[in-house]
């Protein structure tokens, strides 16, 4: 964590009125809602989409003002490739002009963007702005920035299988060597930590196929906001739910023992 994170982060943990130890340093986002927030006002799905995307750049603020380490968000999941091929162009047209236009914001802040997800199926235009956005940033030291584009949390894991698999069929590594540590090398972003925090808007009491190795102790905090209306107020209620909660890890709570 660079001096800057962490004096943000202990500024919003006085702000909040909460210790430093009970914050989230890590957040990932299932953005979800575009379309319904687009059908309530009567417009068609792409401008539910467009709005959404104007709400990466501001929640990337946020989490850095807030002090977060990582944000992680769920973008395009492998899935999404059976929606209508329209709303499927509109989206790669979007990431393209989006991951041009937050450059400025990422290199101002210090942001460090990294990619989850394989790029197969992906335009060539769209490969070429996420590896440029990439390259820019590969040296930034502040909050790191996860982009879950064409990502599915089933394959991550079976591709990290696969990986280790030929390592120990090539004699790279024993029986002995395959423990989580090394499978968590071989998803797809191992420089990000697991999520403290997980955060889905819209509603919906579901993780959709999202980091499913990395979530397996992260708090949840579902909000019914569509993600177009999600604000720092939401995000910061999030957080304040998250702060009141035990996490014990399997362990027993000894401060509630009778």
Known sequence: MTQRTEINLVKTAERLGVAVEQMPRNIAIIMDGNGRWAQEKGKARGAGHRKGGRIVERTALDCVDLGIESLTLYSFSIENWKRPQNEIDQLMALYRKYLIGIRPMMMKNKVKLVHLGV??????????????????TVDNDGMILGFALNY???????????????????????????????????????????????????????????????????????????????????????????????????????????
């Open 119 to 136: 790029l197969d199926n992906l335009p060539d235009e769209l490969i070429a702005e996420l590896n440029k956005s990439i390259e820019m």
């Open 152 to 258: 599915g949390g089933r394959k991550e894991i079976l591709d990290a299988a696969k990986k280790i698999a030929q390592e120990y069929k090539d004699g790279e590594i024993t029986l002995e060597d395959v423990d989580e540590q090394l499978m968590k090398d071989h998803l797809y972003t191992p420089q990000i930590s697991d999520p403290d925090l997980l955060i889905r808007t819209a509603g919906e009491m579901r993780v959709s196929n999202f980091l499913l190795w990395q979530i397996s102790y992260s708090e949840f905090f579902v909000t019914d906001t569509f993600w177009p209306d999600f604000n720092k107020a939401n995000l910061e209620e999030a957080i304040l739910t998250y702060t009141a909660r035990n996490r014990r890890f399997g362990n027993i709570d000894t401060k509630r023992e009778v």
